[in-house]
């Protein structure tokens, strides 16, 4: 196991905290938007920093060129897709009950 | 490696969990999202245990495809049915 390799694997099991944590939003809150509000940490950090964690896991080549293309591309993708979910929700008059 | 791959599988079936369960159908297509989101992740692991590149390609085309329906489904239900 080379340095850049274990480095990789940190970062792999620290996307897949950041995915449990937004999996347990996911389930804890009881309305819609502060459901997707914690939930959008899967799409942004959890993604990040496994395909980070894959990127060094395999060090600098073509792969990895593919991949930081890839990374760039979903870290704009999918933000703006939670942000079409929750926007359409709000103006289709998805109004969260009252928590008390 | 592979155990990794196992447990992301086991965390994109309890975003599936929430497409069921989900009470309205926003909280379905955030359960939806988040599935194809942790699923392009497998795809990515997938492609580190074979060490094929031609992979990231398909997880490249299924992000997008993702990223379109996603808009285009909540364009229909925000609309109510007429674009």
């Known amino acids: 196991m080379t340095a850049h390799e274990i480095a990789g694997m940190i970062f792999i099991t620290i996307g897949i905290l950041f995915i449990i944590i937004g999996l347990f939003g996911l389930y804890r809150y009881k309305n819609f938007y502060t459901r997707a509000s914690v939930s959008s940490l899967i799409d942004s950090a959890g993604f990040l920093f496994i395909s980070v964690g894959i990127v060094l896991y395999k060090g600098l080549s073509t792969f990895s060129l593919k991949m930081l293309f890839l990374i760039l591309l979903t870290l704009l993708l999918n933000p703006l897709a939670s942000h079409f979910t929750v926007r359409g929700a709000y103006l289709s008059g998805h109004r969260p009950r009252k928590e008390h | ?83």
């Open chain 2, 1 to 83: 490696m592979s155990y990794l791959m196992f447990t992301l599988l086991l965390l994109s079936l309890l975003c599936l969990l929430r497409v069921l369960i989900g009470p309205t159908i926003w909280d379905r297509i955030l359960g939806f999202n988040l599935f194809s989101a942790i699923f392009i992740l497998i795809i990515l692991l997938y492609t580190v245990i074979e060490d094929q590149s031609y992979l990231i390609d398909v997880a490249l085309v299924y992000s997008l495809l993702g990223f379109i329906s996603i808009v285009f489904i909540t364009r229909f239900l925000q609309k109510k049915g007429d674009i």
